[in-house]
């Protein structure tokens, strides 16, 4: 079901290097995606048709990708275009071909293409429709089932808990629930410590479905929350006033799965070089495998937790997220769980799941009906005072589109 969804392959980045080469491993599958020299992608079986092996460790030449074992070249549609080590006047390369799959660049991601039939369009999402100075890519490496991954994003209550502070300080990187709410003069955070149970409430979309979550402090105003499960695997929240994240949950295979982030500014233009600083010290490449993980206990502190954080876990809360998902196993033992009336969202999220699996065709879903023509989904934070939450956060992702300029009208 899957495979009839673009899926982020690789960031752009890890093709910007002297050799435009590098392994990707997608749904339990092993390809190639490499840069020729006039500029265009490919995405290839890894195995070489000849002998089987790796052809990430070819050579970007004469137009195409050359196999360092017998010297055989593809281009970016698998067409074999030299067999230099057969017999002269051998016609093998016309009857070799190497399977290929449609890809394509968008805003810092390579995007490919795994289902049956002709690609359908991207999806007009906001990060994918906005300008290019508008949007800063990145991913990490997690040790879990992409599932279990998801569902950490389509749970609006836990942010009362794994991302408290017990301090209230102006945001910085990864702090995020830290902010100031509009022109209340009060912190999200005491917000999130002393409003920990939201009544959130599931509407379906055309993206997948919307989450809100209503906060009322004091009788004084209603915070809502606006976030969005964007079917099959990714999820769409607010960051700040001006920047949302968009976020897929991608299989390499049923044990591990990589995120990539999308930050979208309906604002200012995003500071990518700082955004990337910010990130990139944390993780080890090639495998963007994050360096805080199982073996050193996510970096947990208990006098941090003690005096500064709720997990102890460090102000990052991509590490809360990354916990809360590995720690139940790479494959969670669902049997032993006990949802409760706030899992609003993973039970609509399972459900549609569950649907889309025993019928990918339907044609309700994402990708599946005219998705260049939907626009959005909003992820905003608002605060109602005298109107009703729905009619305030509209309004204000209203107003944020249009001063934006590029963003379109939302369409759910």
């Not at 390499?252 to 500071?271: E, K, L, R």
Request: charged content about 20%; some cysteine.
């Amino acid at each position: 079901m899957l495979r009839q969804y673009w899926q982020p392959a690789a960031l752009a980045e890890e093709l910007d290097g002297e050799r435009p080469v590098v392994s990707v491993r997608l749904l339990g599958e092993n390809f190639v995606l490499f840069r020729d020299q006039a500029g265009r992608l490919g995405l290839l079986d890894r195995a070489c048709p000849h002998r089987g092996v790796d052809l990430s460790f070819g050579r970007p030449e004469d137009g195409g990708l050359r196999c360092t074992f017998h010297g055989w070249l593809f281009d970016v549609d698998g067409r074999c275009l030299d067999t230099p080590a057969e017999p002269e006047g051998s016609v093998l390369k016309s009857r070799v071909c190497q399977p290929s799959y449609p890809v394509l660049e968008r805003n810092g991601i390579i995007w490919a293409w795994l289902g049956e039939g002709d690609a359908p369009p991207l999806a007009s999402l906001d990060c994918l429709e906005a300008p290019g100075q508008q949007v800063f890519a990145f991913k990490g490496l997690w040790a879990c089932n992409w599932f279990q991954a998801q569902e950490v994003g389509i749970d609006p209550s836990h942010a009362s808990f794994l991302h408290r502070f017990l301090e209230d300080e102006d945001e910085q990187y990864g702090l995020q629930f830290r902010a100031q709410l509009a022109n209340t003069g009060l912190a999200s955070t005491k917000l999130l410590r002393e409003v920990p149970n939201p009544v959130v409430t599931v509407q379906p979309t055309g993206f997948g479905f919307r989450l809100t979550a209503l906060r009322n402090f004091q009788n004084q105003f209603t915070h809502v929350r606006i976030t969005n499960c964007v079917f099959p695997n990714a999820i769409t929240i607010p960051m700040s006033g001006e920047i949302s994240i968009t976020q897929w949950h991608v299989p390499i295979d049923d044990t591990s799965c990589y995120w990539y982030a999308m930050f979208v500014s309906y604002g200012q233009p995003v500071d990518s070089s700082k955004m990337r600083r910010q990130r990139i010290g944390a993780v080890e490449l090639p495998s963007y495998r994050p360096k805080i993980g199982k073996t050193n206990n996510w970096g947990f502190d208990p006098v941090e937790q003690r005096t500064k954080t709720f997990t102890g876990m460090g102000p990052d809360i991509n590490v809360h997220d990354q916990w809360a998902v590995e720690s139940p196993g790479a494959v969670a033992d669902r049997t032993k769980e006990h949802l409760s009336p706030s899992d609003v969202g993973i039970r609509m999220h399972r459900r549609l799941f569950l649907a889309a699996a025993e019928n990918p065709s339907q044609p309700n879903l994402i990708g599946k009906s005219n998705p260049s023509q939907r626009h959005g989904p909003a992820a905003i934070d608002a605060v109602a005072t005298d109107e009703a939450p729905d009619a305030c956060w509209r309004k204000a992702d209203r107003e944020r589109r249009e001063i934006s300029g590029w963003a379109p009208p939302l369409t759910d």
